[in-house]
């Protein structure tokens, strides 16, 4: 951090503690740039991040992306993961997630499909509750140097050449660089001229805790009517889908127990009683992306850059990737280490990620809608998921097993997520990476790639060490996201090498 004219300048300032804004604030801290996090709620606390509306479904790369920096291990895991690839005995009937509502079940799904995923990988499903996971990620960043400042809306902001001023009403912080991690609604995304295009909403989504007098009515699990949906995941706890183009939502208008029990009755078919109504609030299907993730110095993460459904939870392992993707390169950029076009290749890689997940959404809500020709989608969906094809290909996106970056490699490894080794001496490729460098894995132990790591500098790691699977590798080179960046299955040549190195890594001892 540097002071002008006795004003602080921080390397980033970001708008938003939502999750996504924590752990982009922690992987810019680990990589030794001053970061100020503004967050407009005074207090993190609200009903729906806590259980059961709080919980949400993250998927393997956000996994693997909290094992990668030992934050995994302080949340609750054992209690909440569900790994029904992990762990197949337990039922084949056992479910991995949906599409559409359509359940995925474990045993249709054929993991030899992923030739790369080792037994010892982290899960691939896993219920973390929001509340939980802010509170990890905000102990993690205050031990890391984190400034937050809570109760401070960003309002505008203003571009000069090498700062970005912002403005919460009347107070100013500068930044050389500032990130919009604010959510469906960013201030930063308006107030930084970013175009956000997509499609219009077909429906209202609610979440409500009600009191019924006739509980028993209703039947637990999901249920797609004809009319809309309605999930009760616990007695009262309901989610339902009314397919009115969002109107309600947009409206804004008040969410009496009157409109509830009216919208459950229309969709239920059924003639409950609403008693009391404890909790509610709205979403929709918006799917809409920043066509651009930076304009200057701003940038934009999370879902500040991109809204859709909830449908299958996607929004936050979107927002989670985009945070792991970003941290290391705005980092090098800070520090003056970059190579050529580091920065750009966030865009590059992660626009498409979010086009996906944004196909996905609207996939779902066109064969959910209540009509016959999406009835009729929706019986043939069902028996390709029936199928083993079918059941893989929707586990692969829906949990990011197949999530891939375009690297332009022959090697079929580079772009994807580095497989966890376990290596000989105990440890594994995820425990490696916990302090953001960039790693070679050289199976082998030779003295030419040794010389050629310590030659790069302290932005590379060097592990010589066999594997106890090596999948018939003999070294891997990994960015500091954790994405194998070149592979070789042969003796390695050393000039390819090189050049992932040089393009990749922040330049020799400039960490
Ligand atoms: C019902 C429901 C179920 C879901 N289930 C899943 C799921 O299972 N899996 C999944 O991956 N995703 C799921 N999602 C989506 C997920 O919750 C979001 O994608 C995720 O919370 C986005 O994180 P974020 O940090 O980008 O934004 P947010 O969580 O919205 O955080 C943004 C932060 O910015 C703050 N802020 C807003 N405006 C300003 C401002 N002007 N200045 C400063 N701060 C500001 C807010 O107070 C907030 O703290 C679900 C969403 C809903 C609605």
């Known amino acids: 951090m540097r002071d002008d004219q006795r004003q602080p300048v921080y390397d980033v300032i970001l708008s938003g503690a939502g999750p996504v804004g924590l752990f982009l604030a922690c992987e810019l801290a680990l990589a030794k740039c001053s970061v100020l996090v503004l967050e407009k709620a005074e207090t993190p606390e609200s009903p729906l991040k806590r259980m059961p509306f709080g919980l949400r479904g993250l998927n393997a790369p956000s996994i693997e992306a909290l094992y990668r920096r030992g ?10 993961v569900k790994d029904p690839h ?17 359940p995925l079940l474990a045993g249709n799904i054929d993991a030899a499909q992923w030739p790369f995923r080792l037994p ?12 939980e996971l802010e509170t990890v990620l ?11 400042l809570r109760g401070l809306p960003i309002t505008h ?4 050449e090498q700062l970005v001023t912002v403005c919460c009403e009347e107070q100013r912080f500068h930044g050389e660089w500032l990130v919009g991690c604010d959510g469906a609604r960013s201030a930063v995304r308006k107030a930084g001229g970013f175009a956000f295009t997509g499609t219009e909403p077909e429906f209202t989504g609610y979440s409500v805790h009600v009191e019924l007098a006739d509980p028993e009515k209703l039947m637990p699990g999901r249920h797609i009517t004809g009319r809309g949906m309605y999930l009760q995941s616990q007695p009262g706890y309901l989610i339902l889908q009314d397919f009115d183009g969002g109107a309600f939502h947009h409206e804004g208008g008040e969410i009496t127990l009157e409109h509830v029990q009216e919208v459950l009755r229309r969709i239920s078919g059924i003639e409950v009683t609403v008693l009391a109504l404890h909790l509610a609030s709205t979403w929709t299907d918006r799917a809409r992306q920043a066509t651009t993730y930076r304009n200057g110095r701003v940038l934009l993460a999370g879902d500040a850059a991109h809204i859709h459904a909830p449908l299958g939870g996607q929004g936050l ?11 290391w390169k705005l980092a090098a950029t800070v520090h003056k280490s970059a190579p050529e076009g580091l920065l750009d290749s966030y865009q590059r890689e992660r626009h498409p990620v979010g086009e996906k997940v944004l196909e996905w959404s609207r996939a779902q809500v066109a064969i959910m809608r209540p009509d016959p020709a999406a009835s009729a989608l929706y019986t043939i969906f069902r028996d390709l998921m029936a199928t083993r094809d079918g059941a893989t290909y929707v586990a692969g996106r829906l949990w990011g097993v197949t999530t891939h970056y375009d690297l332009g490699d022959d090697h079929p490894l580079v772009g994807h997520s580095v497989p966890n080794f376990a290596f000989v001496d105990g440890t594994t490729a995820g425990e490696a990476m916990r302090d953001g460098r960039g790693l070679l894995i050289d199976f082998d132990g030779r003295a030419a790639l040794r010389a050629l790591a310590t030659e790069f500098g302290a932005s590379l790691r060097y592990l010589a060490v066999p594997a106890t699977e090596q999948l018939g590798l003999r070294a891997v080179l990994v960015r500091p996201d954790g994405v194998v ?9 050393e000039d390819p090498l090189k050049e992932a190195i040089a393009r990749w890594l922040p330049r020799k001892d400039t960490v």
Request: aromatic share 2%; hydrophobic share 45%.
């Open 157 to 160: 902001l203003e571009q000069q």
């Open 138 to 148: 905000a102990r993690r960043a205050e031990a890391l140097g984190v400034e937050v």
């Open 485 to 493: 960046a070149w592979a070789t299955s042969v003796e390695p040549n």
């Open 317 to 327: 392992n979107l927002g989670l990737g985009d945070a792991m993707n970003l941290g």
């Open 120 to 131: 010892g990988a982290t899960a691939v499903v896993m219920l973390a509750e929001m509340e």
């Open 71 to 80: 934050l995994l291990e302080e949340m609750e895991v054992p209690r909440r």
């Open 86 to 102: 992990a762990h197949p005995a337990q039922g084949a009937r056992r479910q991995g997630g949906h599409f559409a509502g359509i």
